[in-house]
């Protein structure tokens, strides 16, 4: 059966380069499917799609973001109702992946329709911002970002090849067939920073042995909203969160957050977990002379060039331990929290910068004197990477996972 791409685009202002994107999609044996997100000008041509329906989806009427001449909004609302159009159009199996191209405004309502769209499929976005910050834009998903070197403003002998290999690429993810496997292993979420590294290598290595797959997401706030989305799509059948250091920079401000509804999405769908507190003793920053002037008597460790840890204190140890307590409580499944008293990170044992065991303390009493009685508490006499730990957290998700 013939894949379909759908080509989300702006055709008053870049129809010619979509109808081009269109003609090779269909030069390569595919269908395509164009969805116009164009508000001002008239289209360069007829999408499958009209305009007046990817306003409608958003709630607005086109009449309406025509008369009010608000680009702000009229941007906003596309990018709504794209994503709408794209979602439904994919639920139906009507297409096997996307396309979009533009500057700022095209960027945002095509990455509006890919973001609506799973992991795995296909997403290509030709954009003037590629070069740059791209984090708006590709968030938490699969997003395959083309800078187009040029302004899209037209055809010309570099913006063809660019579109051309842009089309190509889409095409051929979408007729990218994965090797068949054996069988369909359980799902199994682990996060992991540098400074956890042997402890979840080691956790992997046994749960694979036995018959697991495992994801591990780096802890750098975008790994972590990564992993909950996964798990609230119902993927997963357990977590290993070893690594919840996001929630040290969450709350204190630094530049690795996951957001305030980290440890969430295990207990909404119920499914096991295993916790740990590892990297919760340092809060993330970028060089030096970027640290925000009011931590400047407090204890740094420069990690590389790029990356400064600060250690995190008493008291905002006793916060994290409050605040994790109340999210494992809220959980609707089995979970247990391993606590390491030898330390919680590479460099949080003794001899080491971020040795502070009375910080430390303030985390472990604090969650204790605040968690439900459903939540299991295990402290062990290990630091986090030592093999025995590792261990200790496999065997316990896997009698989890087991036992539903």
Known sequence: MSKTICIVATLDTKGVEAQ??????????????????????????VAEVPRETVAEASGKS?????????????????????????????????VHGVISLGGSA?????????????????????????????????????????????????????????????????????????????EEKPLVAATMFGVTTPCVDKAREILEENGFEVLVFHATGSGGRAMEDLIESGFVSGVLDITTTEWADELVGGVLSAGPHRLEAAGRKGIPQVVAPGALDMVNFGPPDLIPERFADRTFYQHNPTVTLMRTTKEENRELGRIIAEKLSAAGGPTTFFYPRKGVSAIDREGQPFFAPEADEAFISSLKAAVGS???????????????????????????????
Not at 25 to 39: K, R
Not at 155 to 172: D, E, G, Q, T
């Open 374 to 404: 459903e939540v299991e508490v295990v402290e062990l006499d290990n630091h986090i990477n030592d093999e025995e730990f590792a261990v200790a957290v496999a065997r316990s998700l896997m009698e989890k996972l087991k036992a539903v």
């Open 106 to 182: 095209g960027t945002t309502i095509g990455t509006s329709a890919m973001r609506a769209l799973p992991v795995g499929v296909p997403k290509v976005m030709v954009s003037t911002l590629a070069s740059g910050d791209t984090r708006p834009y590709v968030g938490i998903k699969d997003i395959t970002m083309m800078y187009s070197v040029v302004d899209i403003a037209g055809l010309n002998r570099l913006s063809r090849r660019i579109l051309a290999n842009a089309a190509a690429a889409v095409c051929a993810m979408a007729e990218a067939e994965l090797p068949s496997t054996a």
């Open 20 to 45: 081009f994107i269109k003609s090779r999609i269909e030069g390569a044996g595919l269908s395509a499917i164009v969805i116009d997100a164009g508000v001002i000008g008239e289209p360069v041509f």
């Open 62 to 94: 086109l009449a309406q973001l025509v008369s009010e001449r608000d680009r702000g909004k009229s941007v906003a609302a596309m990018a709504e109702g794209a994503a709408k159009v794209v979602r439904g159009l994919f639920d139906e199996g009507k």
